[in-house]
């Protein structure tokens, strides 16, 4: 079966870290471009941030409000996908989705989502 | 970076009403937009990409239009399951960004 399974999410403090995984199945992880999206309780979706395939080097792309401090990285040996939080703050409270990018249209559209794992920042 | 915007925020309709949302963005995308369903409770769903082109698996009451800077995606027919919350994402430059979204609950 396709799928994304992510795990991971858990309370932490403010300042502290945490790695969320994102389980692959049922596809080549090596030819997907993958991206974290997130969504804080009750609001939109903001996309936190890509790395491309193994043909595009696995280079990353962030935005922003995490550059510096979340890390993107993978393990396509273990079909596995990773975002590394560190420096968490409380607007970094959400649940996080890892999603797949499609092979067709030349952008790497999101054509598959795991489920989420949450995310929450409390002291 | 491009900013979206999309109109209404929220929306009020019958099953069977013919509905439209529109996404806007700050500059020109050409084409790079794809629409997002997202049920309550559950993971986002890619309905249409590049601006017009029907997900696999995505009925055909679902349709998509638009280039540059305003875009728009058309229930034909709405149907009890559709009723859920659907972003726009531009994946013209990084950093994507979604829409704020727009709701569309039971009349």
């Known amino acids: 079966e396709v799928q994304l399974v992510e795990s991971g999410g858990d309370l932490v403090q403010p300042g502290g870290s945490l790695r969320l995984s994102c389980a692959v199945s049922g596809f080549t992880l090596s030819d997907h471009y993958m991206d974290w999206v997130r969504q804080a309780p009750g609001k939109g979706l903001e996309w936190v941030g890509r790395?491309?395939?193994?043909?595009?080097?696995?280079?990353?792309e962030y935005a922003a409000s995490v550059k510096g401090r979340f890390t993107i990285s993978r393990d396509d040996s273990k079909n596995s996908l990773y975002l590394q939080m560190s420096g968490l703050q409380t607007e970094d409270t959400a649940v996080y989705y890892c999603?797949?990018?499609?092979?067709?249209?030349?952008?790497?559209?999101?054509?598959?989502w795991g489920r989420g794992t949450l995310v929450t920042v409390s002291s | 970076d491009i900013q979206l915007t999309q109109s209404p925020s929220f929306l009020s309709a019958s099953v069977g009403d013919r509905v439209t949302v529109t996404c806007r963005a700050s500059q020109g995308i050409s084409r790079f937009l794809a629409w997002y369903q997202q049920r309550p409770g559950k993971a986002p769903k890619l309905l249409i990409y590049?601006?017009?082109t029907l997900q696999s698996g995505v009925p055909s009451r679902f349709s998509g239009s638009g280039s540059g800077t305003e875009f728009t995606l058309t229930i034909s027919s709405l149907q009890p399951e559709d009723f859920a919350t659907y972003y726009c994402q531009h994946l013209n430059s990084y950093p994507f960004t979604f829409g704020p979204g727009t709701k569309v609950d039971i009349k």
């Open positions: 790395t491309r395939n193994k043909a595009q080097s696995y280079t990353t």
């Open positions: 999603a797949r990018g499609g092979t067709v249209a030349g952008r790497h559209y999101l054509d598959l």
């Open positions: 590049a601006a017009s």
